[in-house]
């Protein structure tokens, strides 16, 4: 029987999982946190990830220690700490900011199909990673990523496109991502083997 199955996560030990859901043939490192999360199919993460308020697309190759939707602390307030939103922590009569978390939990990260996260990336909230992209390690992603596009530094720049834009758009409308599992299958050897193009000229 194959390690990863279409009815449920393959979640390594010591995982913490809140308000997610996850499709077809999702596998989660060890010591990961995900919470108000979505995965598609195929995607996974390695371990001790913390992702949080982000639509993951399908086939994404998320690396250890990355942190996708890094909440912020009110900068506009009195006080950057948490004691005046996690008030219940520290008086008993006192409750938690509502209001504060509910605005964090929409503040909503997309990352795209058949993209690729760096070691230890970070990505800020409402940031969209476009389908194909990479985030090189260590980058902190603070704005929209084009799809087929490779970023790089502190804070992330496009280093140049994956693809060129033809290939992109061509590759984009294929969408080889929505294809069935079997198709995927048939297909596996001129995944392995072809070039982009190549594989287009094949499949479009």
């Known amino acids: ?34 919470a108000n ?8 993460c390695d371990r001790t990830c913390d992702i949080e308020n ?9 690396a ?3 942190r996708i939707g890094a909440t912020d602390h009110p900068m506009d307030k009195a006080s950057l700490h ?36 760096g070691h230890a990336a970070i990505i800020k909230p409402e940031v969209t990673i476009g389908h194909g992209a990479v985030v090189a390690s260590g980058a902190i992603v603070t704005k929209d990523v084009a799809p087929y596009t490779i970023v790089a530094g502190v804070t992330a720049e496009p280093i ?8 992109s758009e061509r590759m984009t409308a ?18 392995r083997t072809l070039k982009a193009e190549a594989f287009l000229e094949k499949y479009e």
């Open 64 to 66: 250890s220690f990355t």
């Open 1 to 34: 029987m194959t390690r990863l199955r279409s009815d449920k996560p393959f979640l390594h030990p010591d995982c913490q999982i809140s308000n997610s859901s996850f499709g077809a043939f999702v596998e989660i490192g060890a010591g990961t946190r995900v």
């Open 174 to 191: 294929l969408a080889w991502w929505d294809w069935s599992h079997d198709r995927l299958r048939e297909a596996l050897s001129d995944f």
């Open 160 to 167: 140049r496109r994956r693809f060129s834009m033809d290939i």
């Open 82 to 117: 948490h004691f005046h939103y996690r008030s219940a922590s520290y008086w008993d009569d006192a409750e938690d900011d509502a209001e504060w978390f509910e605005y964090r939990a929409s503040r909503r990260t997309e990352i795209g199909h058949d993209t690729w996260i």
């Open 37 to 44: 999360s979505e995965f598609g199919d195929y995607s996974y």
């Open 54 to 62: 982000a639509r993951i697309g399908k086939f994404s190759n998320i």
